[in-house]
């Protein structure tokens, strides 16, 4: 055998050792990607393919999960459950949404969720949208406190069903519901028409996810509530603290559109800087996310834009409106790294906006207090994905916005400007 010969029957294995390791990475990141954008994964809903790279990567993202994030995965023949516990728990930017119309939860639906979800668990193997109403509007007759803090529930409006629906909705894409007969739009025009459901009660088991249940929590007030049932008990030691940091640093870098060293305290950030070189790494090797560094903080791009569930839209009226204001925010932050904008002037200048292309836009965007109502919805985008930041006297322009801004021409006083993200 020649020499040549021999390298080739030598490198041969190597080199499919080596594709063998890329495939089983790039399917372990895959399957990462899908539980962080959907921690409830169902083997027949629309995310199955997803599903199956979970189950067959289970133990090896169970293991990494559990150790750098510590967050707990569930996988059966029928589910995979992601329990996350969020980095920030006053966030209030990333709410559930109807699939249709991307409305956000109220806090309203929000009571009616867990209502459901409480009736459902006391049905039998099928159920319908009237039985499931009727359930509901019992739980708030027999509970006076649902009255006292506001709120009511009693079928007798459009708007009700309407929320009831989108509760309903929202349950039928989790997996929780599977719809068998009959159609929610027909029930929203006329409460006599009804809808046959199946629970799928391991899916409706897996929904809660907390560190403690509810009913063993004394504590009466919301925000202690929500504290501990999430508590992660952690060692009262130098090395239990260090860890204590380490994870919400990593949740917040894998959680989170943009990580700003400002929001970090001094701890935090002198973490940080030591472990980046590490924690990075780590990150892009499970996910792919490819960090991007910079004066202001951390931001992880998804350059396949497979994993982004919240994005700015690139289409319609929404779309153009959406990055004409970041536009727009983003001069006035390179004007001005301290600038608060007042909402009144931002909806004047969405005024101007629809002036200037409403021939353009849907026709709904000339109604009187359109340009209010366009202006709050855009915000909220905006805000949930880092971009501004409401204070106070205004909107605050945040750092990573400046990718929206207008470029400058080399002779422009304001290019010699320290760039920001």
């Known amino acids: 055998m ?9 490198a041969a294995p190597v080199l499919l050792d080596e594709r063998l390791n890329e495939a089983v990475r790039e399917e372990r990141q895959r399957a990462m990607r899908a539980l962080l954008q959907h921690p409830l994964i169902t083997a027949d809903g629309p995310q ?12 090896a ?33 990333r709410a559930a949404r109807d699939a249709r119309t991307e409305a956000p939860f109220t806090r309203g639906r929000y009571v009616l969720l867990c209502l459901a979800l409480a009736a459902l668990e006391r049905s039998e193997r099928q159920t319908t949208l009237g039985k499931l109403a009727e359930a509901m509007v019992g739980f708030f007759t027999a509970d006076p406190a649902l009255a006292t803090c ?12 309407r929320d009831l629906v989108q509760v ?23 409460d006599r028409s009804d809808v046959l459901y199946t629970i799928h009660r391991p899916v409706l088991t897996a929904m809660l996810s907390v560190r403690r249940g509810p009913s063993t929590i004394a504590a009466t007030d919301f925000e202690e509530c929500l504290a501990a049932i999430v508590e992660e008990p952690m060692p009262d030691s130098e090395d239990g603290q ?27 950030r002198a973490y940080l800087d030591r472990q980046r070189g590490f924690m990075l790494p780590l990150i892009k090797e ?26 700015l839209p690139e289409e319609g009226t929404e779309g153009h409106l959406t990055l004409l204001i970041a536009e727009y925010l983003a001069d006035r932050l390179r004007a001005d790294r301290k600038v608060v904008v007042g909402f009144a002037a931002l909806c004047a200048h969405t005024a101007e906006l629809i002036t200037e292309h409403r021939h353009h836009w849907r026709k709904d965007v000339s109604a009187p207090g359109a340009d209010r109502v366009l202006t709050g919805i855009t915000l909220a985008r905006l805000e949930a994905l880092r971009l501004v930041r409401q204070v106070p006297d205004g909107i605050q322009p945040l750092p990573a916005i400046a990718r929206y801004a207008l470029a400058r021409l080399p002779d422009d006083p304001a290019a010699q400007q320290p760039a920001l993200f």
């Open 2 to 10: 020649s020499t040549d010969v021999l390298a080739e029957s030598i």
């Open 48 to 59: 199955a393919a997803a599903f199956g790279l979970v189950r067959r990567h289970a133990d």
């Open 61 to 93: 993202l169970r293991e990494w999960l559990a150790h750098h994030v510590h967050w707990s995965l569930q996988v059966t023949s029928e589910f995979a459950r992601l329990r996350k516990v969020p980095p920030d728990q006053t966030d209030g930017t």
């Open 150 to 161: 506001g709120l009511s529930f009693d079928l007798k409006t459009m708007d009700e069903r």
């Open 168 to 190: 309903i909705r929202f349950l039928l894409e989790a997996g929780v519901l599977r719809r068998i007969q009959g159609d929610e739009d027909h029930y929203l025009k006329d």
């Open 242 to 268: 260090n860890r204590q940091i380490r994870i919400r640093l990593m949740r917040r870098l894998m959680d989170d559109p943009v990580l700003y060293y400002e929001d970090l305290d001094g701890r935090e």
């Open 286 to 311: 499970a996910t792919g996310l490819s960090p991007e560094v910079r004066a202001e903080g951390i931001a992880l791009l998804d350059h396949r834009g497979d994993m982004t569930d919240f994005g």
